[in-house]
């Protein structure tokens, strides 16, 4: 079977070595399928190796699936990604109306979800700034806090289309992970672009209340 698999030029690995099993140059396209690669490959070994040097066409992802398609003949210049430095956004809800004042310093306000509530106030903003930058990965950073080991109350962070009828990119995660109850603890999420944004796409970053809890979200900051 494996060799069968050879002949038809599929092969199989759990990081960048897959491309050492083959002369890539030989080809035009290369297609690839990153099954669970949070727990096989969890430092994006492979996926960074191909984002970093080759064009991207073509993303779809499916229960934790992801498909992308390459541009073989697009290489992107070396000193392209390792040149750019890393900016960050800072967001801390002064302006929202909604939230409530940070009795524990200045800086900013404090949005929040309570049995009234299912969603909270969200950080919304147009993605040109990270498409102007072709941007591939984003790490979003923000602190929160639970109030009970039974909330269920997720962490949201969202790239919607124009008109917000589609989600293009989506990830949530539990805030009462590894985290202790009624203390302020630092949450982060690491989402792939694959650089496949258009400027006018929103970013949205909010908590999602499921079971009628209340928790708090402040300082938010997206690094790029």
């Not at 934790?64 to 290489?75: E, G, R, S, T």
């Not at 949450?187 to 796409?201: A, P, S, T, V």
Request: with cysteine; charged share 25%.
């Amino acid at each position: 079977l494996y060799q069968n698999l050879l002949d038809e030029n599929i092969i199989g690995a759990l990081d960048s070595n897959i491309l050492k099993s083959f002369d890539i140059s030989n080809y035009d396209n290369l297609y690839v399928f990153l099954s669970h690669y949070q727990v096989v490959d969890p430092d994006s070994t492979l996926f960074k190796a191909l984002v970093n040097k080759y064009s991207l066409t073509n993303y779809n992802s499916f229960r934790k699936i992801d498909f992308l398609a390459f541009d073989l003949n697009n290489v992107i210049k070396s000193d392209t990604i390792s040149k750019m430095q890393k900016d960050t956004l800072h967001y801390n809800f002064s302006n929202c109306e909604s939230c409530i004042e940070n009795d524990e310093d200045s800086s900013g306000k404090i949005t929040f979800v309570d049995e009234t509530r299912n969603f909270s106030h969200s950080f919304s903003d147009n993605v040109e700034f990270l498409y102007q930058k072709n941007v591939r990965t984003i790490q979003v950073k923000a602190k929160t806090k639970y109030t009970n080991e039974s909330d269920d109350v997720r962490f949201v962070v969202s790239i919607e289309n124009k008109d917000h009828s589609k989600s293009l990119f989506y990830q949530s995660v539990d805030i009462s992970d590894n985290a202790k109850a009624n203390e302020w603890n630092q949450i982060q999420i690491n989402m792939k672009l694959y650089g496949l944004l258009m400027k006018d796409d929103t970013i949205k970053i909010y908590l999602w209340n499921r079971n009628k809890a209340k928790a708090y979200l402040k300082e938010i900051e997206i690094i790029y």
